[in-house]
C-alpha cells in the first residue's frame, strides 16, 4: 500500500492538529497502521497504531488521552487527532502500514511508510 501522510504544521503549546493518512491499494482494509514520530536528533518513536477493523488501537504512554488515532475504511484514510500539544511533540509524523490484524509499536514490523509531516509546536 502506498500512504500519503498530510496535516501537519505550526501550532501554538495546547493546540490542536489532526494529521491524515490517506492510503493507495486494495489492501488497506487489512492492514494495521500506525503513527511513528521523530524529533531532531532523536530515534523515529512509535506513537499511535490501529487495527483494520474494531478499530482497537495502541498509543504511546507520552501521548494517551491526548492523541487519538481514527481511521476510514471506506476512504481508505486514518487520522491522528492531536490535542493539547507541547514542544515536546515537534517531530516529523510518518504513517506505516502493514497487512496483519494485530498492531505493533515496533517500526520494523512495518512494511510500507509514507513521507513524514512536520509537526511544530511553539512555546
Avoid: H
Avoid at 495502541?58 to 490535542?83: C, E, H, W
Amino acid at each position: 500500500v502506498q500512504l500519503q501522510a498530510s496535516g501537519g504544521g505550526l501550532v501554538q503549546a495546547g493546540g490542536s492538529l489532526r494529521l491524515s493518512c490517506a492510503a493507495s491499494g486494495r489492501t488497506f482494509s487489512v492492514s494495521a497502521v500506525a503513527w511513528f514520530r521523530q524529533a531532531p536528533g532523536k530515534e523515529r518513536e512509535f506513537v499511535a497504531a490501529i487495527r483494520p477493523i474494531r478499530s482497537s488501537t495502541s498509543y504511546a504512554d507520552s501521548v494517551k488521552g491526548r492523541f487519538n488515532i481514527s481511521r476510514d475504511n471506506a476512504k481508505n484514510t486514518v487520522y491522528l487527532q492531536m490535542n493539547s500539544l507541547n514542544a515536546e511533540d515537534t517531530a516529523v509524523y510518518f504513517c506505516a502500514a502493514r497487512i496483519s490484524w494485530l498492531i505493533s509499536s515496533r517500526q520494523n514490523d512495518y512494511t510500507d511508510w509514507g513521507q513524514g509531516t512536520q509537526v511544530t509546536v511553539s512555546s
